[in-house]
């Protein structure tokens, strides 16, 4: 997969968890009014980083998203340690957030390497 591909897929990506995490934050199983508040933010910032991602130009793009991904998988992370959920459903659901966040950060460290590798031409001349 191309970069600029990667780019124009990730919004999409990050709309549907912020639609996952929209989800649990108005469901049954969030243990507290805080915590409720906190999976809201965090719909935000995957709300945020989309919209972010479809505005800018490429030029400081890629710092921004990984940047950006790396933040809110860790906000992911610590609403699963510090249990924002009581039902394993939930749970789970937070689970399937930060697992698509890490395959993205993992996507983008692969394209990103590709892209800074010198690309060799057939003779193996750059």
């Known amino acids: 997969m191309r970069i600029d591909h990667w780019i124009h897929d990730l919004p999409g990506r990050l709309e549907l968890a912020a639609d996952v995490i929209d989800d649990l934050a108005n469901g049954v199983w969030v243990v507290s009014d805080g915590h409720r508040e906190r999976l809201f933010s965090i719909e935000a910032q995957l709300f945020r980083i989309a919209q972010t991602t479809r505005k800018r130009r490429e030029d400081?793009?890629?710092?921004?998203?990984?940047?950006?991904?790396?933040?809110?998988?860790?906000?992911?992370?610590?609403?699963?340690?510090?249990?924002?959920?009581?039902?394993?459903?939930?749970?789970?659901?937070?689970?399937?957030?930060?697992?698509?966040?890490?395959?993205?950060?993992?996507?983008?460290?692969?394209?990103?390497?590709?892209?800074?590798?010198?690309?060799?031409?057939?003779?193996?001349?750059?």
Do not use: M, Q, W, Y
């Open 60 to 126: 400081d793009l890629l710092a921004f998203v990984e940047r950006s991904l790396r933040a809110v998988r860790s906000n992911v992370r610590l609403s699963l340690k510090v249990p924002v959920c009581d039902h394993d459903e939930g749970h789970e659901l937070l689970e399937g957030v930060g697992r698509e966040l890490d395959e993205a950060i993992a996507e983008l460290e692969v394209l990103t390497r590709r892209e800074e590798r010198p690309h060799v031409a057939v003779g193996g001349r750059p």
